[in-house]
């Protein structure tokens, strides 16, 4: 007795120091790359603006981003170099022409501790569509962007199993698993009990920050999330800070009390970069900005009887080409935005990059005298722009823009509304035959064809519609659900639409960040959201 | 000013306002460029004084390489412009209502100071932004906006002007020989009231200025291209540390125009009402 | 002194009518907020859905009297942009944002002004007479907005973050802002402390006092100020409005949170609910703070008659 007693002493005494080690707590690292981070550290992050809902069903603009997919995802992530990657769905393929299937990830839950599953899948997509809302006895929300109209081919969604789920539609839908799979999940048992309200002030999701508390137009403040599925920020908490001066911004940030801001102006990027304590990063985003003209044909739309003088494609193509691009991203945004011909951002899912418009002045007067406006007979253009919407850069741009413009004989008059005045215009379709507005376009998903259908239906942003041979091709694209032959068909509707030159291409928007130099593995996305997972700060 | 009597502070002030009108007129014949045209070349050259900048653009040119001189001259013309304009709209405004409702009493007068009453609790810059959002910002509508928001103050100074003046006797007297209401409000009363009337036009110019820069602060003024005072502070805001000349140099126009219009209103003041509350 | 509080209360109810209507009719010209929650590819079916959901598709008059009912109650509807309750977000931006701010600015205008002023005018001439007239002088000539680029140029830049540039929370946040609005305010007092200090102390009955051999500084606080004190007050009240309204600009500069901000911000976006209920509260304030300064008069003036 006493033997094997002392014997299970010896035993566990040589066997405590590889139990031990077995058991070392598996805590966040202490060091990234060799140099010691602080994983309880506190990152203050300053940005523009605050956001206005945390329901992402209510409204994801850029600033909303920002703040709701700290806290929520969707099937669908996105990695650095913006594709689309695993996120709560492992994977995603068509099954037959007219049916999606979506595989989850298992072990996921939400902050709260409810369980991701098919359950969770089927609500959202009844939030999006608008069904069974009264089964889930929740409210309706004006939603920005109306699921069961823009996407009325969703016919009906099943579970499979608790880790399967199948969405079923009445024609092909290639871009399904985009603009499903980019929305972000709500947890369902929480909502119904809470309500929407619920949601919006006390979100609860699956990312990876869990949201502490909101000072509205102040800031908010996340906490890291323990339990999430995928790689943890090395930090622990954070705090979005509202500071809507750029130049305030800066002077935080160089004052050390921020860590990161976002929206740095680019004619101040320089100046930072220079400073030893910080760093700037960049990243290409989906936003093209570009100057709408008026070119819809009388028959088509309401236009008051008369063509737009942008219809005939040629004018079109000369303002193209009598844009000098290279020197407003060099001297108006520091190097920081990009020349595009393509209509779809260089980081959609799609995009294949086209021949650049040249700057070529005495073609574009060619041009225009061939489509019969001399000296005699100048082209007017009416140029509505929205001032202080887009920012200092965007405000300095359009007036070079015009005088340009000028240069190749265009008379342009250039006229800043507001914002709403332009979204009125462009919506009730008042723009004169001469007119045109300057506006930037932002994707809010991963496919191209968020770009490409601009020009596919009666709306506000369709002023230069899709002749047939286009429509087809556009049609085509829309149809075709095998990826690689999908496509080939897109880069041919790209080279077609840029030849075509619907509107004047400006720039793409590079956004601008700048950090502490303390904050470590910081990369900015593509996309309208920042991204911490894998940021840790030194110590 | 320190050691200055009041007489030749006034005569300072009234120097740099002469200075500034003669700048405004003669703006196309002084401004070595044109203020509107914009190139991309030069854009933010310093001033000559500086390195990087030339005589070609004595005090450096902008974010879209317009020359800044150039457009400080033709700044002048906006700023005096809206300043003269907007006071002469509210002065008129003010001292005709003023008159009538200090002269005829009644309803009209009642209705007219309860006018005043919710005119005033309104907050001032808020109605400016509605009134231009309606109409669409322009030179014109400024000067509508900033003139018809500024006639209380005048209204009222006369109209309490009015009431004590059509008691005296020489008024009384007046009427006794078969004046009209007409002819005593042109001849006998109109001209007391104008001392105090002039030397609050005088600072009210002085704020208007002000105003303007501020309505163009909050992106409201003058549409741009056109070349005014505080579009040029606006546009130079955001480029304090790396452009400081685009900020200085109007910013500095504005103190130094509005100084003036101070000092000579003082000297004004005291010339034809001493008795008059130095809060103006 | 009851009919004069009642009188007065009926015509503060009048004006708020007046500003609740004014400002009902005067949005609604701006335009339609619709465009705002739809999407950039939104057809017309959609935009008229939005319209109806927020209730603008109704007649002017009927939108005008439920508007009216409402009132009272204190209920100005739901942010188009927030979607939360718009009397709700003005309040929270009111306090404690604007009315620190305004206090705070407040207190230096009158606090520094009064010792300033009577030292300006006992000491006429003096050094610290011409270095105040002088900085009046300046102070009122410029622009609000560009003496507070200058200081935060200056202390939040050059002098390595002395002062915070951006928002709320903390004394420290607060000088640089209250400083900035106090500044024209706090020009105009002095001067109009020194010059009423100086007819005051010109006149027989403070001869008298000095002559009896009271004590300087009785003679001063006690009988001059109090004359000198009416003006005083009747500034102190307009330069309160002026705070408030001229309050906006200020915030926009250092990213104050304040009321000012959110009205001016809601007009380009049309959200006609805030900004109803943010000129109302301004409206409110500003007629009861001129029934204050009223009463005040009566305290420090008994010769004042309430008419």
Redesign the interface.
Known sequence: MIRRSRLLIVASMLTWPLVAAGQQPAGPPRAVDGVAIDPDAELIVALADDT??MDPR?GMGSIRSNYIRQVFEGLVDVDAQGRPAPGLALSWKPVGELTWEFALRRGVTFHDGEPFNADTVLFNLDRFFRRNLDRWSIKD??A???FE??YPFVTRWEKVDDYTVRIHTSEPAPTLWDFIGREPMVPKAYTVKNGVDGL?DRPVGTGPWKMVEWK???SMLFERNDGYWGTHPLFRKMRF?????G???I??L????VGLIEGVPPFDAPALGQDPRLKVAASPQKLSCRLYVNGRPKDKYDSGGKDGLFSDQRVRLALNLAVNKEAIIKKIFNGYALANASPVASVSYGYAAQEPYPYDPARARTLLADAGFRDTNPLTLQLLFPAKHYGQSFDEMTPAVAEMLKDVGVQVTLKPV????L??T??KGTLPPNGGFAAC??GNNLDADDYL??WG??????WAPYPPELMALYTATRREVDAQKRLRLLADLQRQVRDWAPVVALYQEVKVYAHSARVLRFTPLPELNMDFRGVAVKK | ???LARDQSAALGLIVICVTVLMAVLAPALAPLDPVKNSLVDRLTPPMWNAGGSAKHPLGTDTLGRDVASRLLYGARVSLIVGLAAVVIAGVLGVGLGLLSGYYRGWADDALM??G??Q????????A???L??LGASLANVILVLGVTGWITYARIVRGETLSLRQREFVEAARALGATDGYLLWRHILPNVLPPVTVVATFSV?RTI?AE??LS??GLGIPPPAPSW?AM?DEG?NY??TGWWL?LFP?LA??LL??GI??VGDWLRDQLDPRM???M | MRAFLLRRAL?AV???W??VT??FF??R?????T?????????????AD?RR?LGLDRALHVQYLEFLRSVPRGDFGTSI???RPAMQ?VL??LWPATVELAAAALLISTGLAIPLGVASATHKNGLVD?AS??AS??L???????LG?ML??LF??EL??LL??????GVRHLILPAVTLAAAPLA?NV??IR??MLEVLQQDYVRTARAKGLAERLVIYRHALRNAAI?VI??TGLSL?FM???A??IE????W?GM?RL??QA????DFPV?QA??FV??LI??GLNLIVDLLYTVVDPRVRLT
């Open positions: 206005t809902n209510i929300v004006l920005a962007t109306q109209k823009t919006n509205r137009k102040t800070q509202t500071i809507p001066e130049a305030a911004r002077a935080a160089r004052a050390g009390q507001d914002f709403a005045t979204l009125q462009a919506t376009r932002t259908r601009d239906a009666i709306a506000m942003i369709n | 000013m320190i050691g309860r006018l009453d919710v005033l609790a309104f907050p001032v810059l808020v109605l932004v509605a009134v959002a309606v002085a002000i820069a501020s602060f909050l505080g502070l805001r304090i540390t900020a910013g504005i103190l509005v100084l101070n000092l509350e130095r809060s | 015509h009048f004006v708020l007046g500003v004014a400002v005067l949005v010209l701006t335009g339609d907020p465009p705002f929650l739809v999407d950039q590819s939104a057809t017309q079916q959609e935009i939005a959901h942009r927030e979607k977000m929270e931006h011409h007239r002088l002088l300046f009122q000539s410029m622009p609000s907005f560009w680029l935060i140029l939040a830049v390595g973050g915070p540039a951006f928002g709320s929370g105009q001067r109009l010059s009423g003006p009747t500034v409005g408030l309204s001229g906006v600009i926009t500069v250092f990213s949170p000012g009205i001016v007009v380009p976006g049309r900004i943010g000129v301004f409206a500003f007629v």
